[in-house]
């Protein structure tokens, strides 16, 4: 059965879309068959992949309101084993649509449950905010990756998403495990970027990656063209960086689930 990753931080700007596109890249080159469940209305993920917008296209919305199969929704990615269900501005309205839902913090578990055989990872790509589309994730996911950018208020953020995490575990999904914590946009030059490595590293222990996602200009360039960047520029800093990513995320699967509770 495959692992259902919700890759989330409710600060924006912080490289869950870049790392969303590209991790998932990574793991179908790979042979590790993906998924990525784009949750966010904006959409980014989806244009990332360079699928164009299409009002009439069904996207995750269709799914958690009118109970149509995300089966039916999955469209092809640039690779074999790399697939895409898309996100549209619809989306928007599902935080208000739900609330008057039966169950309304499980459906999207419910909808992933008859396609997780398909898959080896199903990353979840939240919206920056803990709303009703990231509970879902949230509940959804059998671990969360928390991508945090290296700046000073890093700890402040991450912080208030594992207090949480804390009260999904306790009231919807006791089995959430944290993925691991990921520094992007690290620049080795600054000193900041090592001090938030640091007070991370001291804060949180292994559940920190090893791997950091450089600041990288073919990385940031990647999606205006619609492609992962590893398609877009393989031998740049950025594509080498999720590369090792996705080793470390398949190592963390043959340990156990996630870097730690």
């Not at 164009?52 to 269709?62: T, V």
């Not at 609330?99 to 309304?104: C, D, I, K, M, N």
């Not at 402040?156 to 992007?184: F, M, Q, W, Y």
């Not at 001090?195 to 940031?220: H, S, W």
Request: with cysteine; proline share 7%.
């Amino acid at each position: 059965m495959g692992r259902v990753i919700a890759i989330a931080n409710q600060k924006g700007g912080v490289g869950k879309t870049t790392t969303a596109i590209n991790l998932a890249a990574a793991l179908a080159a790979h042979d590790m068959w993906t998924l990525v469940v784009d949750c966010d209305p904006q959409g980014n993920t989806t244009s990332g992949f360079g699928i164009p917008k299409d009002p009439s296209r069904r996207s995750l919305y269709h799914s958690l309101l009118m109970d149509i199969p995300l089966n039916d929704l999955i469209l092809p990615g640039p690779a074999e084993a790399l697939h895409i269900v898309p996100s549209d501005k619809n989306l928007i309205g599902a935080n208000v649509e739900l609330v008057s839902q039966p169950q309304r913090e499980y459906i999207l578990r419910q909808r992933i449950l008859p396609i997780r055989e398909r898959f080896n990872y199903i990353l979840l790509d939240c919206p920056p905010a803990l709303d009703l589309l990231t509970l879902n994730a949230l509940v959804a996911a059998d671990s969360v990756l928390i991508p945090i950018q290296c700046e000073y208020f890093a700890l402040e953020g991450v912080s208030e998403l594992l207090d949480t995490l804390i009260r999904i575990r306790r009231a919807h999904n006791p089995k959430l495990a944290i993925e691991g914590i990921l520094l992007t946009m690290f620049d080795e030059r600054t000193n900041l970027s090592h001090q938030v490595k640091e007070d991370l590293k001291d804060f949180f222990g292994d559940q920190v990656f090893d791997t950091m996602i450089p600041r990288n200009v073919r990385l940031a360039e990647a999606p205006s063209h619609g492609k992962p960047v590893m398609f877009y520029d393989p031998e740049c800093r950025g594509a080498k960086s999720y590369e090792e990513l996705a080793k470390e995320v398949m190592r963390n699967d043959q340990k156990g689930l996630g870097k730690g509770a």
